[in-house]
């Protein structure tokens, strides 16, 4: 499984994998996502910034990510401390088809996304997600990611998370 770039032709598939993201955090009694956000319009955005990442089954779109190399101000005002001060990347928007959950797919893109990342001389990457999603947690933990403290994103307190290389 790679990672590639998405393009506004995947934006259908990756919205539906959205949509299924929220539905089933909302199953699971997560808050997380289920405010509207992220809206088709992050996901544009994140496509014309050359930001959106899929990983494909043929030509359908069974994962999706925002990785940035320009950081989160989000970030900057962190209540805890960061691993270290050196360029990162950030994952944001992660979403894995309901189909191909358990397949290792998650991982997958994890792996994907420290390929990518070491291929751009970029040897950290930090990610966050509410306290209540304790799969995201267990994914984050499982692949030796290092709990920081907390952040202010998108409404919400958030837990962050970094990962040096």
């Not at 043929?58 to 962190?78: H, K, M, P, S, W």
Request: aromatic share 10%; hydrophobic share 40%.
């Amino acid at each position: 499984m790679k990672l590639q770039g998405a393009n506004v032709n995947d934006t259908q598939q990756i919205m539906a994998l959205i949509e299924q993201a929220k539905k089933f955090l909302a199953s699971r009694g997560v808050d997380q996502w289920q405010d509207g956000y992220p809206q088709e319009a992050d996901i544009l955005n994140d496509l014309k910034t050359g930001k959106g990442y899929v990983i494909k089954d043929g030509q359908t779109v069974i994962a999706y990510c925002c990785i940035d190399f320009n950081g989160e101000r989000a970030y900057d005002t962190l209540n805890g401390s960061w691993l270290n001060d050196e360029p990162y990347i950030v994952i944001h928007r992660i979403a894995v088809d309901d189909a191909v959950k358990g397949q290792g797919v998650a991982s997958a893109l994890f792996h994907e996304a420290e390929v990518f990342a070491l291929a751009h001389n970029i040897k950290n990457i930090r990610i966050d997600t509410d306290n209540d999603n304790a799969i995201m947690k267990h994914i984050l933990e499982k692949f030796d990611y290092t709990y920081c403290g907390t952040i202010w994103f998108a409404n919400s307190v958030k837990i962050a998370y970094h990962k040096v290389l």
